[in-house]
């Protein structure tokens, strides 16, 4: 088992941290899409605090695309009145059409860089523990937590498509200029932004390696397994679950945090109903229940969605649906399970041929 | 007396489920509890439990009243459950199926940052040798057998050091050999444990009812007594084992 | 005092009636034939005179002028009776003649004359002869064949308040056939007299006449009035009355619009969560693809339409009224294929199959988007358009009372499906128990596929129903697809009287957050409503009680 994860990280750090910007530097690879890369980084972080409370947990929350997009929102509205600032206006543009003459109470704490980290961080976990609270207090779970939490997710869309919340309505926020100093445009802070993802995931990777291997990662496992059963063994499963939902939640605003400076919009069209089923397929795709599943499902369905919209736009619905389908009746492990069924039926017959020569 | 009940009530959609005015067990008592389907003996141990809340009456263990606490505080108090159907974690090894249920801390930093200790395996494997499980120690719990998987969860039961463990049709589905060895063990764990069973198979009460019998029957208290003053009971057959009942008439 | 208000009112009425003065008539009849017989200058004479003198009833003839839609026909002018261009073209439209105003002209068969009839012409007028028409423009719409069009002139007569305007209006108003614009115009003829009267006892018999005729904006009026008026105290304090007296009516007639909303909302989310909600009970499959259920209803009685306008030529209400059924068993057969592809290996694994099934969907959306492109409408069978007005500002649009209708219908026969026949005894026996079912010798995959069926069909006719409120687009099923799950849920799940209770009662608050907040903050609320409901009842309005339902 070790080796083969071994080999799994050789591979993904020799393509991702030497081949990739090794070839942009000697200009085989394009600055888009050491970019794109980036954000699929960015993708598959929030897919791994999926993965825990899903997979692991068997929560199934459908509105991890609307933590993703409060920490998108924090960061974008800093990047806006940092642009703003720089352009002498006191109010972003939108504001200034939808005749707004002050800025509103909610942006004035996302002027300061530090405060706007910090909340960024603080909103969402907090969204989390108040959602979380009352939904795991009154035993929800199952196929009610998806719907109501699908219908939360429904919910904050339309609020977040507004006008009156301020946030830019279906416009989204976007025409950032620069992020802590560093011109976004810029091909250097592109690098950097990648490498900083790469860094977060391969963090994030880590920390929930280690959640899930210590014995809170077993009681996540035997929630999953018999809620009833873990808590006459005097776990209190509300606090897991809290805590592990929370720390999804935590996982997706970062991811959101570190896509806004890397695609430069936010819309409310990330966060919609559909993002977050998306957001679920990449895990269930690449195989749940297993960290590094969830890291190439959501690094190779994005991928393979750029490949389709250029080449067939119309199928890639087709393409994406009938993998929905595939993956959950015939491969309950994703591809992973599927990878490592292969090497073990590999493995016996290697045992085989030795055993009869 | 370790736990003392009175009248203990619950209905469902207006059937009462259980009508219990009176039930008390001594410490390291071990009690049978029989009925027939219906009778609520599966309701009275939900109730103990804090599965099932019940609409009136009050429970006493230790003489701390538990009616209305939650599950993990009555298991804290040192009541554990094993279900009728085995309740194990199918998707984690018979090794940590154990270390779950080990009394420690457990609360979420406990758990993050926790270190087996060597005592704690030995204990571990003291258990696992208890019930039988040694060689499965690093199987999937799911992969044992329907047996394997009652004692284990026993296992689990005896792990969290209840004062009474409740145990359910231990004895179902199992093979004649395995119910022998069910009722074994049982019996030791008797020296250190409280224990309520409630079965259906008569030769596994007889051979684990070494003290008193309780009856059920629709949710009241038939009777309470020694098991061959319960089986030889005119009311009892009547209500329960029914006129010609094989297995009361083999016995 | 009473009788005053009433004899005014008579007299008032009375002058509606006022006939026109003969010798008018004649000169009109003589610049009428200047204008289509005489030359441009001429012409120009004749207009100009018109224009000048105003006889209403030569109105209608100027307005055709002014739109160039003059048209001659034996010797009398006609105007076509539809506005629109291609139909004109297509030689259907009726004639109607301009002198008398306005009447059905008969051809030299005394066949109904159209603008295929012969000898029809067009009669040119210059631009220049037109122009002369600009200063009776406002008062020219008052005479459109459009009601739309005369309520708007009518609307702009009172930003004028010339005084001297009111005797067009009346004679518009004589000949007002719509209802709503005759309202419309009633109000402004009175307003203006209101503002002109010069002696109270007038005054509140106008304002009486206002209260009467109750216009939209009638409260508004009387408040300026009340605040403004000249004629005393006492008249000034009535009218405030009447106001708040308007208001309260109004505000009460409004709930009662609310309230049957919020009911034809409920019936809608009762239609889709039904079949939702008998399958999820009955095989443990939340279906995602549900919704598209619905958007497949809508198509096929889109399609439907398109096969009875293509290959039978008509337009008759059928169309929609044989594709109920239709949509019932095209949902019902491919919500069966689906069973037999997908579904029948996710029985009780509402998780997975709702990924599954989400998958199902997308592919769906995308084929509906491939076959039909994005937006598609469905025409609304005119038996079913429009609305039963039972007060002036109370229509219940009848499309919605038959989509009521219908939700009641179909709940009924569901409810006798399940309760009265094999079948239904069936469906209820393996959602209790699919096991033990299956040990009675009830062939549980069969009854799936069948409630599946149904279920699906019932998506089908939500479908159908649907194209009577709005557009036929791909992804019309998302819209609802998470508000009647919402219902499943609050109404406990394979309950089919919770899915009743719960739809109208999510229909209901729906409304009634919205007539307080707006629609969208009404949605945030009825969520909050729902997981505050669920701290209290988690297992939905009507839970299985005992302990085989606590698991």
Same mark, same amino acid.
């Given at each position: 088992?070790?080796?083969k994860?071994l080999?799994y990280?050789?591979?993904?750090?020799?393509v991702f941290?030497v081949?990739?910007?090794?070839?942009h530097v000697a200009g085989?690879?394009s600055?888009?899409?050491?970019?794109l890369?980036?954000?699929?980084?960015?993708?598959?972080?929030?897919a791994l605090?999926?993965?825990?409370?899903?997979?692991?947990?068997?929560?199934l929350?459908m509105c991890q695309?609307?933590?993703f997009c409060?920490g998108s929102?924090?960061i974008?509205?800093h990047?806006l009145?940092k642009t703003?600032?720089a352009?002498?206006a006191?109010?972003p543009?939108?504001m200034?059409w939808?005749?707004?003459e002050t800025?509103p109470?909610?942006w004035?704490?996302?002027?300061?860089?530090?405060?706007?980290?910090?909340?960024?961080l603080v909103?969402?976990?907090?969204?989390a523990?108040l959602?979380?609270?009352v939904?795991?207090?009154s035993?929800?779970?199952g196929v009610y937590m998806a719907?109501?939490?699908?219908?939360?997710a429904?919910a904050?869309w339309?609020?977040?498509?507004?006008n009156e919340t301020?946030?830019?309505g279906?416009?989204g926020l976007?025409?950032?200029k620069?992020?802590?100093?560093f011109?976004?445009a810029d091909?250097?802070?592109?690098m950097?932004?990648?490498?900083?993802?790469?860094?977060?995931l391969?963090g994030?990777?880590?920390?929930c390696?280690?959640?899930?291997?210590?014995?809170?990662g077993k009681?996540?496992?035997a929630?999953?397994?018999s809620?009833?059963r873990?808590?006459y063994?005097?776990?209190?499963v509300?606090?897991?679950?809290l805590?592990v939902?929370?720390?999804?939640a935590? %996982?997706?605003?970062?991811?959101g945090m570190l896509?806004v400076?890397q695609t430069?919009?936010i819309?409310?069209?990330?966060m919609d109903v559909?993002?977050?089923?998306?957001?679920?397929m990449?895990?269930a795709l690449g195989?749940r229940?297993?960290l590094?599943?969830?890291v190439i499902g959501a690094?190779l369905?994005n991928y393979?969605y750029?490949?389709?919209?250029s080449?067939f736009p119309?199928?890639?619905?087709?393409? =994406?649906g009938?993998f929905f389908?595939?993956t959950?009746?015939?491969f309950d492990k994703?591809?992973?399970?599927?990878?490592d069924?292969?090497w073990?039926k590999?493995?016996?017959y290697?045992?085989?041929?030795?055993?009869?020569? | 007396m370790?736990?003392?009940?009175?009248?203990?009530?619950?209905?469902f959609?207006?059937?009462?489920?259980l009508?219990?005015?009176?039930?008390s067990?001594?410490d390291k008592?071990?009690r049978?509890?029989?009925?027939?389907n219906g009778?609520?003996?599966?309701?009275f141990?939900d109730i103990l439990?804090g599965?099932?809340?019940?609409?009136?009456g009050?429970?006493?263990?230790?003489?701390?009243?538990?009616?209305?606490k939650?599950e993990?505080?009555?298991?804290?108090l040192?009541?554990?459950?094993?279900?009728?159907?085995?309740?194990?974690?199918?998707?984690l090894s018979v090794?940590? *199926?154990?270390l779950l249920?080990?009394?420690?801390?457990?609360?979420?930093?406990?758990?993050?940052?926790?270190k087996?200790?060597?005592?704690l395996?030995?204990?571990?494997h003291?258990?696992?040798e208890?019930?039988?499980l040694?060689?499965?120690l690093?199987k999937?719990?799911g992969? %044992?057998s329907h047996g394997?998987?009652?004692?284990?969860?026993i296992?689990?039961?005896?792990?969290?050091?209840?004062k009474?463990?409740?145990v359910?049709?231990?004895?179902?589905?199992?093979s004649t050999?395995?119910t022998?060895k069910?009722?074994?063990?049982?019996?030791e764990l008797?020296n250190?444990?409280?224990i309520i069973?409630?079965e259906h198979?008569?030769q596994f009460?007889?051979?684990?009812a070494?003290?008193?019998?309780?009856?059920?029957v629709s949710?009241r208290? %038939?009777?309470?007594d020694?098991?061959?003053?319960?089986?030889?009971?005119?009311r009892?057959?009547?209500?329960?084992?029914?006129?010609t009942n094989p297995?009361?008439?083999?016995? | 005092m009473?009788?005053?208000?009433?004899t005014?009112l008579?007299i008032?009425c009375l002058l509606?009636?006022r006939p026109?003065?003969r010798?008018?008539t004649d000169?009109?009849g003589?610049?009428?034939?200047y204008i289509?017989d005489?030359?441009?200058?001429?012409c120009?004479v004749?207009?100009s005179?018109?224009?000048?003198?105003?006889?209403?009833?030569?109105?209608?003839l100027?307005?055709?002028?002014?739109?160039?839609?003059?048209?001659?026909?034996?010797?009398?002018p006609?105007?076509?009776?539809?506005d629109?261009?291609?139909a004109?073209d297509?030689g259907?439209?009726? =004639?109607?003649?301009l002198?008398p105003?306005?009447?059905?002209?008969?051809?030299?068969?005394?066949h109904?004359?159209t603008?295929g009839?012969s000898?029809?012409t067009?009669?040119?007028?210059s631009?220049?002869?037109?122009?002369?028409l600009?200063?009776?423009?406002?008062?020219l719409?008052?005479? &459109?064949?459009?009601p739309?069009?005369?309520i708007?002139?009518y609307?702009?007569?009172?930003?004028n308040q010339q005084?001297?305007?009111?005797p067009?209006?009346?004679?518009a108003?004589?000949q007002?056939?719509?209802?709503?614009?005759?309202?419309?115009?009633k109000?402004i003829y009175?307003?203006?007299?209101l503002?002109h009267?010069?002696?109270?006892?007038?005054?509140?018999?106008y304002?009486?006449?206002i209260v009467? *005729?109750?216009s939209d904006?009638?409260?508004?009026?009387l408040?300026?009035y009340?605040?403004?008026?000249t004629?005393?105290?006492?008249?000034n304090?009535?009218?405030?009355q009447?106001a708040?007296a308007l208001?309260?009516r109004?505000?009460?007639l409004?709930?009662i619009?609310?309230?049957? &909303?919020?009911l034809s909302?409920?019936?809608?989310?009762?239609?889709i969560a039904?079949?939702?909600?008998?399958?999820?009970?009955?095989?443990?499959?939340i279906?995602m693809?549900h919704?598209e #259920?619905?958007?497949?209803?809508?198509?096929?009685?889109?399609?439907?339409?398109?096969?009875f306008g293509?290959?039978f030529? &008509?337009?008759?209400d059928?169309?929609?009224?044989i594709?109920l059924?239709v949509?019932?068993?095209?949902?019902?057969?491919?919500?069966?294929?689906?069973?037999?592809l997908?579904?029948r290996?996710?029985?009780?694994k509402p998780?997975?199959?709702?990924?599954a099934?989400?998958g199902?969907?997308l592919?769906?959306?995308?084929?509906?988007?491939?076959i039909?492109g994005?937006?598609t409408?469905v025409?609304?069978?005119?038996?079913?358009s429009?609305?039963?007005q039972?007060?002036p500002?109370?229509?219940l649009p009848?499309n919605?009372?038959f989509?009521?209708?219908?939700?009641?219908?179909v709940?009924?026969l569901?409810y006798?499906?399940?309760?009265?026949?094999r079948?239904?005894?069936?469906?209820?026996?393996?959602?209790?128990n699919?096991?033990?079912?299956a040990?009675?010798?009830?062939e549980?995959?069969?009854?799936?596929?069948?409630?599946?069926?149904?279920g699906?069909?019932?998506?089908?006719?939500a479908?159908?129903a649907?194209?009577l409120?709005g557009?036929?687009?791909?992804?019309?099923?998302?819209?609802y697809?998470v508000?009647s #799950?919402?219902?499943?849920?609050t109404?406990?799940?394979g309950?089919?009287?919770?899915?009743?209770?719960?739809?109208?009662g999510?229909?209901?608050?729906?409304?009634l957050f919205?007539?307080?907040?707006q629609?969208?903050y009404g949605?945030?609320?009825i969520?909050?409503?729902i997981?505050?409901f669920m701290?209290?009842?988690?297992?939905g309005?009507?839970?299985d009680?005992?302990?085989?339902?606590e698991d």
């Amino acid at each position: 088992m070790k080796k083969k994860d071994l080999i799994y990280y050789i591979i993904f750090l020799l393509v991702f941290a030497v081949i990739l910007p090794l070839g942009h530097v000697a200009g085989l690879v394009s600055t888009n899409t050491i970019s794109l890369w980036g954000r699929y980084f960015c993708f598959a972080i929030a897919a791994l605090g999926i993965d825990l409370i899903w997979g692991y947990t068997g929560i199934l929350s459908m509105c991890q695309a609307f933590f993703f997009c409060l920490g998108s929102y924090g960061i974008a509205m800093h990047m806006l009145l940092k642009t703003t600032a720089a352009n002498g206006a006191t109010v972003p543009d939108f504001m200034v059409w939808n005749k707004i003459e002050t800025l509103p109470l909610a942006w004035i704490p996302f002027q300061s860089s530090g405060l706007t980290l910090v909340l960024c961080l603080v909103v969402p976990a907090l969204f989390a523990f108040l959602i979380g609270y009352v939904l795991f207090r009154s035993r929800i779970k199952g196929v009610y937590m998806a719907i109501i939490t699908q219908a939360l997710a429904l919910a904050m869309w339309l609020l977040f498509l507004r006008n009156e919340t301020k946030l830019g309505g279906t416009n989204g926020l976007t025409d950032f200029k620069t992020l802590l100093g560093f011109r976004l445009a810029d091909t250097g802070t592109k690098m950097a932004l990648y490498g900083l993802s790469l860094a977060v995931l391969c963090g994030a990777y880590f920390l929930c390696n280690r959640m899930v291997h210590s014995k809170f990662g077993k009681v996540l496992l035997a929630i999953r397994d018999s809620e009833s059963r873990i808590s006459y063994a005097a776990y209190n499963v509300n606090d897991y679950k809290l805590a592990v939902f929370v720390v999804a939640a935590l %996982l997706a605003a970062v991811a959101g945090m570190l896509y806004v400076p890397q695609t430069g919009i936010i819309t409310p069209g990330r966060m919609d109903v559909k993002a977050s089923v998306e957001m679920v397929m990449w895990v269930a795709l690449g195989g749940r229940g297993n960290l590094k599943g969830a890291v190439i499902g959501a690094l190779l369905v994005n991928y393979l969605y750029s490949i389709c919209t250029s080449l067939f736009p119309d199928s890639w619905l087709y393409i =994406l649906g009938f993998f929905f389908v595939i993956t959950v009746l015939f491969f309950d492990k994703g591809l992973v399970g599927v990878v490592d069924m292969a090497w073990q039926k590999w493995t016996a017959y290697k045992l085989r041929r030795a055993a009869i020569s | 007396m370790l736990l003392s009940v009175k009248d203990l009530a619950v209905s469902f959609g207006g059937v009462h489920a259980l009508a219990l005015s009176q039930f008390s067990l001594r410490d390291k008592e071990l009690r049978v509890i029989i009925g027939p389907n219906g009778a609520g003996k599966s309701t009275f141990l939900d109730i103990l439990c804090g599965k099932t809340k019940a609409d009136k009456g009050q429970v006493f263990f230790n003489d701390t009243l538990i009616t209305g606490k939650t599950e993990v505080q009555i298991a804290r108090l040192g009541i554990g459950r094993k279900f009728q159907k085995p309740s194990v974690f199918p998707g984690l090894s018979v090794y940590d *199926n154990l270390l779950l249920a080990a009394r420690m801390k457990k609360d979420i930093f406990s758990s993050l940052f926790f270190k087996a200790t060597r005592e704690l395996n030995d204990r571990l494997h003291q258990v696992a040798e208890k019930v039988g499980l040694v060689p499965q120690l690093q199987k999937l719990a799911g992969s %044992l057998s329907h047996g394997q998987q009652q004692w284990l969860e026993i296992a689990i039961v005896v792990l969290q050091d209840p004062k009474l463990m409740l145990v359910d049709e231990p004895a179902a589905g199992l093979s004649t050999e395995e119910t022998e060895k069910t009722g074994a063990l049982l019996l030791e764990l008797s020296n250190d444990h409280s224990i309520i069973v409630i079965e259906h198979d008569m030769q596994f009460v007889q051979q684990i009812a070494k003290e008193r019998v309780t009856v059920l029957v629709s949710g009241r208290l %038939l009777m309470e007594d020694t098991f061959s003053v319960v089986r030889n009971d005119q009311r009892v057959i009547d209500c329960y084992l029914g006129r010609t009942n094989p297995q009361l008439e083999i016995i | 005092m009473k009788t005053v208000r009433i004899t005014g009112l008579f007299i008032f009425c009375l002058l509606f009636q006022r006939p026109l003065l003969r010798a008018q008539t004649d000169s009109t009849g003589i610049y009428l034939r200047y204008i289509l017989d005489g030359s441009d200058s001429l012409c120009g004479v004749g207009i100009s005179r018109l224009v000048a003198l105003r006889p209403t009833e030569a109105f209608p003839l100027l307005r055709a002028i002014n739109d160039m839609r003059l048209y001659r026909l034996n010797g009398q002018p006609v105007t076509p009776q539809s506005d629109e261009p291609t139909a004109i073209d297509s030689g259907k439209v009726l =004639l109607l003649s301009l002198l008398p105003p306005y009447q059905l002209v008969n051809d030299d068969h005394g066949h109904p004359a159209t603008t295929g009839s012969s000898g029809l012409t067009e009669v040119k007028i210059s631009r220049g002869n037109r122009l002369l028409l600009t200063p009776v423009l406002p008062l020219l719409n008052l005479f &459109s064949t459009t009601p739309q069009k005369r309520i708007l002139a009518y609307s702009q007569l009172q930003q004028n308040q010339q005084i001297d305007q009111l005797p067009y209006l009346q004679a518009a108003l004589a000949q007002e056939t719509d209802a709503e614009a005759l309202r419309t115009g009633k109000d402004i003829y009175y307003s203006l007299q209101l503002q002109h009267a010069q002696h109270a006892a007038t005054a509140r018999a106008y304002i009486d006449s206002i209260v009467m *005729n109750w216009s939209d904006n009638a409260a508004t009026m009387l408040r300026t009035y009340a605040h403004n008026g000249t004629l005393g105290k006492d008249l000034n304090a009535y009218t405030a009355q009447q106001a708040v007296a308007l208001e309260t009516r109004y505000d009460r007639l409004q709930k009662i619009q609310n309230f049957f &909303s919020g009911l034809s909302l409920g019936s809608i989310l009762i239609l889709i969560a039904l079949g939702l909600s008998i399958v999820y009970g009955l095989a443990g499959i939340i279906n995602m693809a549900h919704g598209e #259920f619905l958007m497949i209803g809508a198509y096929t009685t889109y399609v439907v339409q398109c096969i009875f306008g293509n290959i039978f030529h &008509s337009h008759s209400d059928w169309a929609f009224f044989i594709s109920l059924p239709v949509s019932f068993v095209v949902a019902g057969l491919l919500g069966l294929l689906l069973e037999r592809l997908v579904i029948r290996h996710l029985y009780s694994k509402p998780l997975e199959s709702l990924l599954a099934t989400w998958g199902v969907s997308l592919i769906l959306i995308q084929a509906a988007r491939s076959i039909f492109g994005d937006l598609t409408a469905v025409k609304t069978p005119t038996v079913l358009s429009g609305g039963w007005q039972i007060l002036p500002h109370l229509v219940l649009p009848y499309n919605r009372i038959f989509i009521i209708t219908l939700t009641t219908g179909v709940v009924a026969l569901t409810y006798g499906m399940l309760y009265r026949t094999r079948l239904g005894m069936q469906i209820r026996a393996v959602t209790q128990n699919r096991q033990m079912s299956a040990c009675l010798g009830i062939e549980t995959r069969r009854v799936a596929a069948v409630t599946f069926f149904i279920g699906s069909g019932l998506a089908g006719i939500a479908g159908c129903a649907m194209t009577l409120i709005g557009n036929v687009v791909p992804d019309m099923g998302q819209t609802y697809i998470v508000d009647s #799950f919402l219902v499943v849920v609050t109404g406990g799940v394979g309950k089919l009287a919770g899915t009743i209770v719960a739809g109208l009662g999510i229909g209901f608050l729906t409304k009634l957050f919205e007539s307080f907040f707006q629609a969208v903050y009404g949605k945030v609320f009825i969520l909050l409503f729902i997981m505050l409901f669920m701290q209290y009842k988690p297992k939905g309005l009507f839970p299985d009680k005992g302990r085989l339902a606590e698991d």
